[in-house]
């Protein structure tokens, strides 16, 4: 039990961590931070920014090794439509008529980075 308990923190810290690399990496790319980690019952954005006057959804994908399918193949269309259905959400919350885009950034093991723009 304490075994399993260590691996999800571990687990845990790996995606903080990607998330960390993901922001920088945005960050350095120009585009300005909103929010990290919003959650509701629908989901969770990982990341919030903007792009000059765009809002962007960034969706986090990180994979140690490609073996089991790479970080862009694991967004698959359930997990799609939960990052719309929490950007719906998050959208209520606003009074906002900017455009919006979802992006991925996909980290491998080897800390390669690909950020895919207008994503889904």
């Known amino acids: 039990m304490i075994s399993s308990l260590k691996a999800k923190a ?4 790996r995606g903080k961590t990607a998330e960390d690399q993901a922001h920088d990496f945005l960050i350095n790319k120009g585009l300005k931070p909103i929010c990290r980690n919003y959650r509701c019952k629908q989901g969770e954005l990982d990341l919030v920014m903007t792009d000059q006057q765009s809002l962007v959804i960034v969706e986090v994908r990180y994979r140690k090794s490609d ?8 967004i698959t269309h359930s997990k799609q439509a939960r990052i719309i259905a929490a950007t719906y959400h998050y959208l209520s ?5 900017c ?7 996909a980290i491998s093991g080897n800390g390669d980075i690909n ?4 994503a889904f």
């Open 67 to 74: 073996a089991y399918g790479s970080a862009l193949e694991s």
């Open 99 to 105: 455009p919006l885009r979802f992006d991925v950034v």
């Open 10 to 13: 571990a687990h845990l810290l």
């Open 115 to 118: 950020w895919i723009k207008n």
């Open 93 to 97: 919350t606003l009074r906002t008529d």
